[in-house]
């Protein structure tokens, strides 16, 4: 049987190199094993990979020296073996190696590895880093990588530093509108940071839109209770110039009778006159509705349907101006339908301050008082507004009793 150093150079050479690749195997296998946190596949492959390398060590010295005196006594004795051994051994290694590589790759394709974990991360559209308490980055994604340096220019070192950057939560890079958002996380005991940046670019754009549409529909609605304010004037106008319309037909038609009446007939005369007396009176009547505005008649059919007592303290001022006075009746209107609404309330007293830089009309009821601040939103949010238009003020106070009032400083135009 033939000896492994009686073997022909290029048969050894074929050796020395199937031991070669037989270590790149096992080098291979060792450093993805460790990659992959695998250590009893790691112990596997440094097996066969030290029996490879041991091999190819010896049949590298017996290349070189042969059986002489210069080649190492391991190297003789291994070189007068059976040559048929030899090919076993390798093919048994070829085999070890083989399997510990694919259950190598094969581990690491269908179990959860940290290899897995950094690829799955890498591919999420959003950005993840964790660093500890001193800024050292343990983990960080390609997104937010990106990010970093698209925000502060420079690579992603220190987590605190990163952390100061994006301190206000939300920034623009690459195009996109970003959403950072950072949480404290326990980890074997020891307590990390994270961070993760989302992207809100729809979002964003969703919400500003909502937002202009909110101010318009806002804008549609002042606009609108203006113009239900106007068509209001527009109708007590009409109304005004038709009772004056009357008024002066009338007259003309007691002028033309009296005119055409006979001077000698005292009878015709006292017919006339009593029929001046008779359209004096009616003219007063009508002048007294003219005078009486429709929005206080509204402001007193609303306290009843409500069931709400109204009490005067004083008349309403009459240095007011026909806006003024609107303001009023509206800012009337709104008290007693909170007051009915919110507080409960059976009796409204109303009352006027007028001193020498402002007017104040105040409502008082008795009902529930509210708890809290009392925000205008709604009704009130737009009284505010209409006040503001005018130089007026509108503020509530709740002591002992709710108030609302409305202030109108003089010496100042309308708005």
């Not at 950072?180 to 005991?189: A, K, L, N, V, W």
């Not at 105040?362 to 737009?382: A, C, K, M, S, Y």
Request: charged share 25%.
């Amino acid at each position: 049987m033939i000896s492994v150093i009686d073997v022909s150079e290029l048969t050894l050479s074929l050796l020395l190199f199937w031991t070669l690749l037989l270590c790149v195997i096992g080098i291979f296998s060792t450093i993805l094993s460790i990659t992959q946190k695998r250590y009893a596949f790691t112990v596997l492959a440094l097996i066969p990979f030290f029996c490879s390398y041991y091999i190819w060590q010896i049949l590298f010295d017996i290349h070189l020296f042969g059986d002489s005196a210069r080649s190492a006594p391991v190297s003789r004795g291994f070189g007068e073996i059976p040559f048929v051994f030899l090919a076993l051994s390798l093919v048994f290694l070829t085999a070890a190696g083989a399997a510990v590589l694919v259950l190598t790759v094969r581990c690491g394709r269908h179990t959860v590895t940290p290899n897995a974990v950094k690829h799955c991360l890498d591919r999420m559209p959003c950005g993840i880093c964790c660093w500890r308490d001193d800024g050292r980055v343990l983990f960080s994604n390609v997104c937010m990588n990106r990010l970093c340096a698209d925000i502060t220019g420079s690579p992603l070192l220190s987590g605190n530093q990163f952390y100061d950057a994006v301190a206000d939560g939300m920034l623009t890079a690459e195009g996109k509108r970003w959403r950072f958002t950072c949480r404290e996380i326990i980890f074997d005991g020891e307590r990390l940071h994270e961070m993760i940046a989302s992207d809100i670019t729809a979002e964003y754009a969703e919400t500003q839109k909502l937002s202009e549409d909110k101010a318009e529909l806002s804008r549609l609605n002042l606009e609108l209770k203006e113009y239900t304010q106007s068509i209001d004037d527009t109708v007590r106008r009409r109304e005004i110039l038709q009772a004056k319309v009357n008024i002066h037909d009338e007259m003309n038609r007691l002028m033309l009778s009296t005119v055409a009446a006979k001077c000698d007939d005292a009878a015709e005369l006292d017919r006339i006159f009593t029929l001046w007396k008779q359209n004096a009176l009616l003219l007063c009547m009508e002048a007294d509705e003219i005078a009486v505005p429709k929005a206080a008649v509204r402001i007193e059919k609303l306290a009843e349907v409500l069931k709400i007592r109204l009490v005067r303290k004083n008349e309403l001022p009459a240095e007011l101006s026909e806006k003024q006075r609107t303001l009023f009746f509206a800012a009337a209107q709104e008290a007693i339908a909170n007051a009915a609404k919110h507080a409960r309330a059976k009796v409204m007293e109303i009352s006027f301050e007028s001193t020498d830089k402002y007017i104040a009309c105040t409502f008082t009821n008795d009902g529930q008082i509210p708890t809290g601040e009392v925000r205008f939103t709604g009704g009130l949010g737009n009284l505010s507004l209409l006040a503001g238009k005018q130089n007026a003020q509108v503020f509530a106070e709740a002591g002992d009793t709710f108030s609302l009032t409305l202030k109108f400083m003089k010496n100042q135009p309308d708005g």
